[in-house]
């Protein structure tokens, strides 16, 4: 089939309304990915954003979230029709995604009573102790639920006056369809789904009513959660006012059915093809997590491991660590300007594409230095607030390839901690498939997280698509969800026979991999008088 072939059947496909927009609001970028029906990418759009920390919260308005996602939008109409010359009124399904768990508040209006409180933040230990002991179930600091309970705890004002919670895809969701309903995967980071029904644990929700009836009485949680809707469900339509509120341009148009709204964990199961058991996927960007389909429950209860689910709501353990790539993206930006300065400007890709291939020369130990990513909180590492740092003896052997050596590692070295934990509970894995930007610089990120975790770890075609192609694919699978499930329209009619690039662990990384993580282990002290000092 030759090029233009290939662009007559794309543009009818637009024309005719059946490409599929999946919108993703990353922590750094609100994405939008335009497929066909098999999941082929034919446009894409993109708005940078950064996360503001305001009066000690991570945050971002509201008003951002609105103006991102048109520009996010405009550029991928545009995008469009410079390459297909048509503009598209109408698409076949619409999905949104976004980054998981937080606390949205919301009046019997619809108005926000407090800033949006994004995952990243870290204040609700009390919340969080208190709810993992009532439950008998792991309750990280970033849940939606940690965040009310804590709101109560604290006696804030505003507790009284919630008539709705929701994440940030919820969120987006109730503006283009007035439904207030959520994925089961992201809802599973709200509060515990129970996996046989798929909806919110009702034991649970009894527990935490029965708490609440001395503290808040009348507070009922479940009229203040959103609908629970597992993958293949339609989730209602685009309105008049979602359409002009996406698309100030008038272009959309309503009408449009849109499937549930997903958490970012589930998109990146979805992109990596990883929802069937003994399946995982690790998603590196501004957060790193490890998500791993389990085939029975765990034995105890880690707070290393959240339980969540698939898009289809199968359990899932996960290990989320709050601290991805930032850090070393920070480190591209410092060597770009270096590069600039010396009068020989760089693309910001082809400076990160340099630096990440120079890591491979690195001593395997990364030669005694030690890099810790820690931008803001991390639980699993035990630090409550973050301080990133690069620390080194004086026998160190300080190069460009072991600092960008240990600057990876320190990417990885929080998720590491938890993959071992899951490891002790005997949990077995067949695949497991990255994705993320990290990996678009060939065989370096994916070799090293191998020796990491100490298993294969394969690379697909989609993984630098990410999680708006995987948002798109699932609202895709609207239209098969009555004749397959969710894993057999993957494998069948997105994936087919797609190969992934896998990369098995080298035993020299594996080695020196492991003196670093030791050394890790032993410098978060470090890390943690940093915290308080600084």
């Known amino acids: 089939m030759t090029t233009d072939d290939r662009l007559a059947i794309a543009r009818e496909t637009i024309t005719a309304g059946r490409a599929v927009l999946g919108i993703e609001l990353g922590s750094t970028r609100i994405k939008a990915s335009l497929i066909d029906p098999h999941g082929t990418p034919l446009a894409s759009g993109s708005h940078g954003w950064e996360n503001r920390f305001v009066d000690r919260v991570w945050t971002y308005s509201l008003a951002e979230v609105e103006q991102g996602l048109q520009s996010c939008v405009s550029a991928l109409l ?6 297909y010359g048509v503009r598209p009124a109408s698409f076949g399904a619409i999905g949104v995604s976004a980054m998981m ?158 499937c549930p709204p997903e958490g970012d964990a589930g998109t990146g199961m979805v992109a990596t093809n990883a929802v069937a058991p003994r399946t995982g996927n690790v998603s590196v960007g501004t957060s790193i997590f490890a998500m791993v389909v389990l085939e029975r429950p765990l034995s105890g209860v880690h707070h290393e491991l959240d339980l969540v689910t698939t898009p289809a709501g199968d359990l899932v353990a996960m290990v989320h660590c709050n601290n991805g790539a930032s850090e070393l993206g920070a480190w591209a930006g410092v060597f770009g300007e270096f590069a600039a300065a010396l009068g020989r400007p760089a693309d910001p890709d082809e400076v990160f594409g340099a630096l990440l291939r120079s890591a491979l020369d690195g001593e395997a130990d990364g030669g005694g230095l030690l890099s810790y990513n820690h931008l803001s909180g991390e639980p699993i590492a035990g630090l409550d607030e973050g301080r990133p740092l690069v620390v080194r003896t004086p026998d160190s052997r300080l190069t460009l390839a072991n600092f960008i050596r240990t600057q990876v590692y320190g990417a990885f070295g929080t998720l590491s901690l938890g993959m071992q934990v899951l490891a002790g509970e005997g949990v077995e894995i067949d695949a497991l498939f990255a994705h993320g930007g990290l990996f678009r610089t060939a065989g370096v990120a994916q070799r090293l997280l191998a020796a990491a975790v100490g ?80």
């Open 101 to 258: 768990h937080g606390y949205l508040a919301l009046d019997a209006d619809g108005e926000l009573l407090v800033p949006f409180r994004t995952w990243r933040n870290t204040s609700t230990g009390p919340a969080a102790a208190e709810l993992s002991t009532l439950f008998g179930h792991n309750i990280p600091l970033r849940w939606s639920i940690a965040h009310l309970d804590q709101a109560v705890l604290d006696d804030e004002p505003h507790v009284e006056r919630i008539a709705h919670l929701t994440t940030l895809s919820g969120y987006v969701h109730w503006r283009l369809t007035g439904r207030r309903v959520l994925g089961v995967g992201d809802a599973s980071g709200m509060f515990p789904i129970d996996p046989a029904t798929h909806d919110y644990d009702a034991e649970l929700l009894r527990r935490f009513d029965e708490l609440m009836a001395t503290r808040r009485p009348g507070l009922r949680l479940s009229e203040l959660l959103p609908e629970v809707l597992v993958a293949g469900t339609e989730a209602g339509r685009l309105t008049a006012d979602g359409a002009a509120w996406l698309d100030p341009s008038g272009t959309v148009q309503p009408g449009i059915p849109l």
């Open 455 to 534: 298993a294969p770890v394969g690379v697909a075609r989609t993984a630098s698509e990410g999680g708006p192609w995987g948002m798109a694919v699932l609202a895709a699978y609207l239209g098969a969800a009555a004749e397959q499930d969710l894993g057999t329209f993957l494998a069948q009619e997105i994936f087919g026979d797609a190969a992934a690039d896998v990369v098995d662990p080298d035993p020299q990384d594996v080695q020196g991999y492991g003196v670093y993580l030791e050394r890790y282990r032993a410098g978060l002290a470090v890390e943690r008088a940093a915290a308080q000092a600084l």
């Open 78 to 83: 545009a995008e469009v029709e410079e390459r």
